[in-house]
């Protein structure tokens, strides 16, 4: 009973520090290491972890960019680099991969990693499990949503909606099972989407007193038309994977054990075109689409000088004149 509660105490103070899920990692963690060694270490082990100030909040004195590419910072996200593709799965299969803070924090952080990691150049993201992912947590997410959730430090904003960077790289998505409310917005937020025959859509928010605010109501009518995004995002009904195939919210639909390798071999073929000409053509379609032709006209020349004179594009001509595949290096 003493243990039980120093170890309150000693989360109380951590909540009062810093009231993120990160926090709810460390008190987890802090419980386990003194599960064998009672409450008197329980000063010892919070003297260990030394709290700063910083742009959105305390932290602690590492910097997620400091895990290692091929080592996830917990179970909630995967990563695994093959070749140039960076495989991002959801790994909380007991939830359907419902997205809790825990989930969402982990998600931009792996973001983030893939977006400063030079050897990755396309992310494919999926879901372990049955699922893509069952939405949001709203028990769990509610309170930091109303309060408004930030990406972590080192993270970038898979949705693109809110504060924090994107990535300037290609994300494909692969989604089965059920792919609901967030999950819809993180496709949205894509590139390239693809998903299995068997999988189930709803934008399920007015179901719930809410509203799609991960995306869904700027970007859907852009890509379905006003009526056909209303008729979903109005009434929350389920639709399936042809109705999101004559959407255009997905650009291929096939049997579940073709998905994800389809979505490498894709995302492989992308990865062999030169990384700062893919780059720069999301950078181009992208202005355009949120500030307009007018604007994204007028940042043409920077981007087409800055690739004129790299080597990548000596590359693309030597390559042209023998007749052979590029090889690029991103430079």
Not at 180 to 199: Q, Y
Request: glycine letters at 10%.
């Amino acid at each position: 009973a003493l243990y039980r509660k120093s170890l309150k105490k000693g989360a109380f103070f951590i909540g009062k520090a810093h009231s993120s899920a990160l926090c709810h990692r460390l008190c987890a963690s802090l419980q386990e290491r003194l599960f064998f060694k009672g409450p008197a270490l329980l000063v010892i082990a919070l003297k260990r972890f030394t709290f700063c100030s910083g742009p959105f909040g305390p932290k602690l004195p590492f910097a997620p960019e400091d895990l290692p590419m091929n080592q996830a910072s917990s179970s909630r996200v995967s990563r695994e680099l093959q070749g140039h593709v960076l495989l991002l799965g959801l790994d909380r299969v007991a939830k359907r991969n419902a997205f809790d803070l825990d989930l969402l924090n982990e998600l931009s952080l792996a973001y983030g990693e893939f977006d400063r990691n030079e050897e990755a150049r396309v992310a494919v993201v999926f879901g372990h499990g049955d699922h893509f992912t069952a939405g949001l947590d709203l028990i769990n997410v509610a309170h930091t949503m109303a309060q408004g959730w930030q990406p972590p430090l080192g993270g970038c904003d898979p949705w693109g909606v809110f504060a924090g960077p994107r990535v300037s790289k290609p994300v494909i998505v692969a989604a089965q099972g059920y792919c609901l409310t967030i999950g819809i917005e993180l496709m949205l937020a894509a590139d390239i989407n693809l998903c299995a025959s068997n999988t189930r859509f709803a934008q399920m928010e007015v179901q719930r007193g809410i509203f799609p605010f991960g995306g869904a109501t700027l970007r859907l009518h852009q890509i379905a038309g006003w009526g056909n995004a209303m008729r979903w995002l109005l009434t929350g009904d389920e639709f399936d994977a042809h109705e999101a195939l004559r959407l255009g919210l997905v650009q291929e639909v096939m049997a579940s054990e073709d998905l994800l390798p389809r979505a490498l071999a894709l995302a492989n073929r992308i990865a062999s075109q030169a990384p700062l000409g893919v780059q720069a053509t999301l950078t181009s379609a992208r202005q355009a689409r949120d500030e307009g032709e007018t604007a994204a006209a007028a940042g043409l020349p920077v981007l087409v000088e800055k690739l004129l004179n790299s080597e990548d594009a000596k590359e693309g001509v030597r390559a042209m004149l023998e007749k052979r595949p590029g090889v690029f290096k991103g430079l």
